[in-house]
């Protein structure tokens, strides 16, 4: 069965090796990423090394809810139906800053830009036959607290690395809880942590790291094997609102299994996208 897929942050590390093993598997996908041209460049070598690929690339800013809502309507009209949609995109940064739209970078990018996504997607994936969602969090989440003063002052934060980790936490939240308002549908959600893999996102740690970072990290094509296996297997068919490390389950952190506070940041998410 030809799957159709969806993937953000597919144009480069472990979003693009997604891209690859599913394409590789026969299944039709988009890649949505910012940088048109990287992700041109990305569909050219998949179809390069899968010569019968269904792929191609649309621009998203998960930055901007208004490239959000653009992209989505754009997606849908090629693939009105999605078989799994995979959360990947991630953005690291050493510095704290704010997005124009007024969020935290990290958590802006990540939770809010994904939420806004996920609001418009959700009827295609629901119109599967068995429709899938893999979100991409990370163990850094084990750092992060939510406050929600800190989603719009940055300097609330203790560091970048504290930002990023309320980032992922909120993405583990998030798919327990939207697991929980899809119980019992064909819709599936559940997040995986990639390990730590060499990919752009530590491109803003210093030069002189960067080697070692290669030496002791994993490969991109490792660190994606996890979303791939949640994307397609069939033993998953039933399980959603779980954590994954190396296609094992895990318990992740006390914060992330709190019920009440996913519902609580789904609501406040909720509030914050525009009308």
Do not use: C
Request: net charge positive; aromatic share 6%.
């Amino acid at each position: 069965m030809t799957r159709n897929v969806l993937i953000t942050g597919g144009n480069s590390g472990i979003g693009y090796e997604m891209a690859l093993a599913l394409a590789q598997q026969g299944d039709r996908v988009i890649i949505a990423a910012r940088g048109e041209q990287k992700s041109q460049e990305a569909v050219a070598r998949i179809r390069a090394a899968v010569p019968n690929a269904q792929i191609e690339s649309l621009p998203l800013d998960l930055a901007d809810f208004a490239s959000v809502d653009r992209f989505a309507a754009a997606a849908l009209k090629k693939m009105p139906v999605i078989d799994v949609l995979i959360l990947n995109a991630g953005l690291y940064t050493l510095k704290l800053g704010k997005l124009a739209n007024g969020y935290e970078s990290m958590m802006g990018v990540m939770h809010f830009g994904h939420f806004r996504l996920v609001q418009h997607l959700l009827p295609a994936v629901q119109a599967a036959a068995q429709g899938r969602i893999v979100v991409t969090s990370s163990m850094m989440h084990q750092l992060g607290r939510i406050d929600e003063a800190s989603f719009t002052d940055p300097s609330r934060h203790r560091s970048g690395m504290h930002a990023y980790g309320q980032a992922k936490l909120a993405n583990l939240l998030f798919t327990r809880e939207l697991a929980r308002r899809l119980k019992n549908t064909g819709v599936t959600v559940n997040a995986f942590h990639p390990g730590a893999v060499a990919t752009d996102i530590y491109r803003q740690l210093p030069g002189f790291l960067q080697p070692l970072i290669r030496l002791t990290m994993l490969t991109p094509a490792q660190g994606a094997d996890t979303a791939v296996w949640l994307a397609t297997a069939p033993e998953l068919a039933k399980v959603s609102g779980e954590y994954f490390i190396k296609r094992k389950q895990k318990a992740g952190s006390a914060l992330s299994r709190d019920a009440e506070l996913a519902r609580q940041l789904w609501q406040i998410s909720e509030a914050a996208m525009p009308a």
